[in-house]
């Protein structure tokens, strides 16, 4: 019987009636699967939990100050052009302007800053009420194609239906996203005190992720011959001129157009905001973006009112830790005052009753 019930542990299987054996399925008799390897249970009493809420509200509490300031002293200037009202320059286009419009339409937009901009200015356009995280559009797209696949070029993925193909013809580049690619023209103008407008130069190469640009998007075929090496296939639906004439510059033309790669980086909340052109700064000396009255002009191509979107300008410096949000600084903030306030209740509370426990606990 012994030898029996040894040979049961060990190989797993128990004899059975007749000379046939079944197998066993009690776990093994071993420390993990019977659950009997060491563990650390800590035991938590004042003089471990009173510190460590104090300590996490030292900590924290400065970095949030840190954080919230350093927030504070990125400036930020906001547009709004959609043109909603009746006192906009740009309501005229706003009403009359859609996707099937054959001729721009144009307005220019004054505003003035009361604080200089002294280091580089990154140029955002930003939209409302546009859900690029729709499941569908998200996927609506070829990536193969966008990385230069000439068989994916001509022939797209069903992915991309009902924005695949237009008279028989493959679109590139197919899909949802890249026929709604944001297409509004933005240029910038300073006013000097003797009023005369000056353009400010707007840097539209070095906008996109380095990996998007120089893994993820190619031309198909490596031909330095764009027109030829899309030919046999048609622009989307809303564009106005074909993939291959989004830019004059070569490295900025295609499928590795930086407006049309960020474009295609799609955005997770319905009101976002993407980078559109650097404003680079020249010297030390003066300013980015001296104090003083501009002039936005807009070629206004991207209508939003079937959506009841809104369209925007947003002219940002940028810190260490990226662009102006002080919410990772209240948030640090808010989680150490609460951890200090809680660490000084608990302390009152155990020097108020602790005493009288430990006392209880005594037997007479």
């Known amino acids: 019987m012994m030898a029996s019930s040894y040979n049961a542990k060990e190989d797993g299987h128990v004899a059975a009636p007749g000379g046939g054996t079944i197998q066993n399925k009690k776990p093994d008799n071993t420390a993990f699967k019977q659950q009997r390897l060491p563990a650390w249970q800590p035991i938590l009493t004042a003089g471990t939990v009173l510190p460590a809420f104090f300590v996490i509200g030292l900590i924290f509490i400065p970095i949030g100050i840190g954080l919230y300031v350093t927030s504070n002293n990125i400036k930020e200037f906001e547009i709004d052009y959609t043109g909603t009202d009746m006192s906009s320059p740009c ?12 001729r721009p339409c144009t307005c220019a937009l004054p505003f003035s800053l009361e604080q200089p901009f002294e280091s580089n200015v990154f140029m955002y356009y930003g939209l409302s009420n546009f859900y690029q995280n729709h499941r569908r559009y998200v996927k609506s797209r070829d990536d193969s194609q966008l990385n230069g696949d000439t068989t994916s070029l001509m022939n797209p993925s ?26 509004d ?30 893994v993820k998007f190619r031309n198909p075929g490596g031909n330095p011959n764009l027109t030829s090496a899309f030919q046999g296939t048609t622009k989307p639906i809303n ?28 955005a997770a909340l319905p009101t976002f905001r993407k980078l559109y052109r650097i404003i680079q700064k020249k010297n030390n000396m003066t300013p980015t973006l001296p104090r003083g009255n501009y002039t936005l002009e807009v070629t206004y ?6 959506f009841e979107g809104r369209k925007r300008v947003i002219l940002s410096t940028i ?6 949000n002080p919410f990772l600084g209240i948030a640090y903030i808010t989680v150490g005052s609460v951890c200090f306030f809680l660490g000084v209740v608990l302390l009152i509370i155990h020097h108020k009753y602790g005493s009288r426990n430990n006392t209880a606990d005594i037997p007479n």
């Open 91 to 102: 309501f005229n286009c706003s009403q009359s302007f859609s996707w099937n419009s054959t």
């Open 158 to 183: 069903k992915e991309c239906e009902p924005y695949a193909r237009n008279e028989k013809m493959p679109i590139a580049p197919c899909g949802a996203i890249a026929n709604s690619m944001f297409n």
């Open 185 to 214: 023209t933005l240029d910038l103008y300073y006013i000097d005190p003797n009023g005369t407008r000056i353009q400010i130069p707007l840097m539209k190469k070095g906008i996109a992720w380095w990996t998007d640009k120089h």
């Open 239 to 266: 564009w106005r001129k074909p993939v291959y004439e989004l830019d004059t510059d070569a490295e900025n033309n295609g499928f590795i157009n930086e407006d049309f790669i960020v474009w295609m980086r799609t």
């Open 301 to 306: 191509n991207y209508p939003v009112r079937s």
């Open 319 to 324: 810190s260490w830790m990226g662009g102006k």
